[in-house]
């Protein structure tokens, strides 16, 4: 495909995804056009639990809200050839290249859920000027995700049209339900990373200037997702508050308490309690009450050390007011190093686009949290080297916000450079 056709399909790649936002695990549709295109450009295919280890599936949605999304999914163009794979809500998509001649095996990482977040509807936001808005109120692809999407089709096709040129396979794995660090654990459970020689995840944005590019982005801090419940006892607060087990108490204790954990002195920690629900009237003592909580470190030690003090601070409200209580854990990442040596390869691509105004070799600037932590860990356990990149591009708004739109102009570089890294590790093998 010429450069400027595919620049031109990469685009109405992008839109599309954005107009059809899905959440976790529910990525059924955008699933389902994947497979359908990635099988016609001749990859082979492993779906859903082919991928996906069903144990480790954290903060899936309940069987009620997949059936009810697979319905939707349906009526609003999903690929009834492939729908069917991920009718459980289980949305992994790895396609594989076998060139059939002996090398290494190389991965890239791409994410595909969207956030819980209603698009603007202002005049000057672009993705409603053009057209392509989100149709689905409260779901948006407000981080980038659609464009990830996009580049891992571009450099399907790229890698299609040039096989014979290449070596070993080339594995693109579409993983679920990023957003939340929620996905990635699941598919590395299933081997889907087993034998991966190179492991590059990217990533669009992240405050990274247009036309700039970062081959390893070390910032991730390590992160658990809790879901706190506490089980207590109703009761009249007028006539009878001595016969309840107040719940709201309990966890209005645990909220304070959970911001007094002391810091550690080996690293940065962060915590938050994002949402505390509780009680069904003003007269009623509170019998139940639900946390969402959230912990960071700089390493997976560290933050081990702030989830156990969390655990420690629910037990002892729980006791306090005599009620029960129950843990969750939603949603998980790792702490993890990029390969220098495959970082370096990266740079070397960068640095020879024109499309790169400056390349960078590293940036440890703090950067949230993500779950590709676990592909990378995986193959690095198994003596191969993996790296996470940035691409830089002018951003409307910041990440996670109604307004986040990028520069799409950043979509064919980043293709460009994804398919460079591969010819640059074939040659090296």
Same mark, same amino acid.
């Given at each position: 495909?010429?450069?400027?056709?595919?620049?031109?399909?990469?685009?109405?790649?992008?839109?599309?995804?954005?107009?059809?936002?899905?959440? *976790?695990?529910?990525?059924?549709?955008?699933?389902?056009?994947?497979?359908?295109?990635?099988?016609? #450009?001749?990859?082979?295919?492993?779906?859903?639990?082919?991928?996906?280890?069903?144990?480790?599936?954290?903060?899936?949605?309940?069987?009620?809200?997949?059936?009810?999304?697979?319905?939707?999914?349906?009526?609003?163009?999903?690929?009834?050839?492939?729908?069917?794979?991920?009718?459980? *809500?289980?949305?992994?998509?790895?396609?594989? #290249?076998?060139?059939?001649?002996?090398?290494?095996?190389?991965?890239?990482?791409?994410?595909?859920?969207? #956030?819980?977040?209603?698009?603007?509807?202002?005049? $000057?936001?672009?993705?409603?000027?053009?057209?392509?808005?989100?149709?689905? &109120?409260?779901?948006?692809?407000?981080?980038?995700?659609?464009?990830?999407?996009?580049?891992?089709?571009?450099?399907?096709?790229?890698?299609?049209?040039?096989? $014979?040129?290449?070596?070993?396979?080339?594995?693109?794995?579409?993983? &679920? =339900?990023?957003?939340?660090?929620?996905?990635?654990?699941?598919?590395? @459970?299933?081997?889907?990373?087993?034998?991966?020689?190179?492991?590059?995840?990217?990533?669009?944005?992240?405050?990274?200037?247009?036309?700039?590019?970062? =081959?390893?982005?070390?910032?991730?801090?390590?992160?658990?997702?809790? %879901?706190?419940?506490?089980?207590?006892?109703?009761?009249?607060?007028? /006539?009878? &508050?001595?016969?309840?087990?107040?719940?709201?108490?309990?966890?209005?204790?645990?909220?304070?308490?959970?911001?007094?954990?002391?810091?550690?002195?080996?690293?940065?920690?962060?915590?938050?309690?994002?949402?505390?629900?509780?009680?069904?009237?003003?007269?009623?003592?509170?019998?139940?009450?639900?946390?969402?909580?959230?912990?960071?470190?700089?390493?997976?030690?560290?933050?081990?050390?702030?989830? $156990? @003090?969390?655990?420690?601070?629910?037990?002892?409200?729980?006791?306090?007011?005599?009620? %029960?209580? $129950?843990?969750?854990?939603?949603?998980?990442?790792?702490?993890?190093?990029?390969?220098?040596? #495959?970082? /370096?390869?990266?740079?070397?691509?960068?640095?020879?686009? /024109?499309?790169?105004?400056?390349?960078?070799?590293?940036?440890?600037?703090?950067?949230?949290?993500?779950? =590709?932590?676990?592909?990378?860990? =995986?193959?690095?356990?198994?003596?191969?080297?993996?790296?996470?990149?940035?691409?830089?591009?002018?951003?409307?708004?910041?990440?996670?916000?109604?307004?986040?739109?990028?520069?799409?102009?950043?979509?064919? &570089?980043?293709?460009?450079?994804?398919?460079?890294?591969?010819?640059?590790?074939?040659?090296?093998?």
């Amino acid at each position: 495909m010429e450069k400027v056709n595919l620049a031109k399909q990469l685009v109405e790649w992008r839109r599309d995804f954005h107009q059809y936002p899905e959440t *976790g695990f529910l990525e059924m549709r955008t699933a389902s056009i994947l497979a359908s295109i990635l099988a016609d #450009l001749g990859f082979d295919l492993q779906l859903g639990k082919e991928v996906m280890s069903d144990h480790h599936c954290m903060g899936k949605p309940d069987e009620e809200s997949t059936k009810k999304h697979l319905q939707w999914a349906m009526t609003n163009g999903a690929n009834k050839n492939y729908i069917e794979y991920f009718s459980g *809500g289980y949305t992994g998509v790895v396609a594989t #290249l076998d060139t059939k001649k002996e090398g290494p095996t190389i991965a890239y990482r791409f994410d595909m859920d969207a #956030l819980d977040i209603n698009e603007s509807d202002d005049g $000057d936001h672009y993705p409603n000027l053009e057209c392509f808005k989100s149709k689905i &109120p409260d779901k948006m692809h407000a981080c980038g995700h659609d464009a990830h999407m996009s580049i891992g089709l571009g450099l399907a096709t790229l890698l299609t049209a040039n096989k $014979d040129n290449l070596c070993g396979k080339i594995k693109l794995i579409f993983q &679920p =339900a990023e957003e939340g660090t929620r996905g990635a654990k699941s598919m590395v @459970q299933a081997n889907v990373v087993a034998d991966v020689d190179y492991l590059v995840a990217s990533h669009i944005g992240t405050g990274v200037p247009h036309n700039h590019f970062v =081959a390893a982005n070390n910032g991730f801090l390590a992160t658990t997702k809790l %879901d706190i419940s506490f089980n207590g006892m109703a009761s009249h607060a007028g /006539s009878r &508050p001595e016969e309840g087990k107040n719940a709201l108490l309990a966890a209005a204790s645990a909220a304070l308490n959970i911001y007094a954990i002391p810091r550690h002195s080996e690293g940065t920690t962060r915590v938050n309690v994002g949402e505390l629900h509780a009680g069904t009237g003003r007269n009623i003592i509170a019998n139940q009450a639900k946390l969402k909580v959230e912990t960071r470190g700089e390493t997976s030690s560290i933050n081990d050390y702030v989830k $156990d @003090q969390v655990e420690s601070i629910v037990a002892g409200a729980a006791t306090m007011y005599q009620i %029960d209580y $129950d843990i969750e854990v939603v949603g998980e990442g790792l702490s993890c190093r990029c390969s220098t040596d #495959l970082a /370096s390869i990266l740079n070397e691509c960068a640095q020879e686009s /024109s499309a790169i105004a400056e390349s960078f070799i590293e940036n440890n600037d703090s950067a949230g949290s993500e779950d =590709a932590t676990y592909f990378m860990e =995986a193959v690095q356990k198994n003596g191969g080297l993996a790296t996470y990149c940035i691409f830089g591009t002018e951003l409307a708004a910041g990440h996670h916000n109604e307004k986040f739109d990028i520069n799409e102009d950043t979509l064919l &570089p980043a293709v460009e450079i994804l398919y460079s890294s591969v010819v640059k590790l074939c040659e090296k093998e």
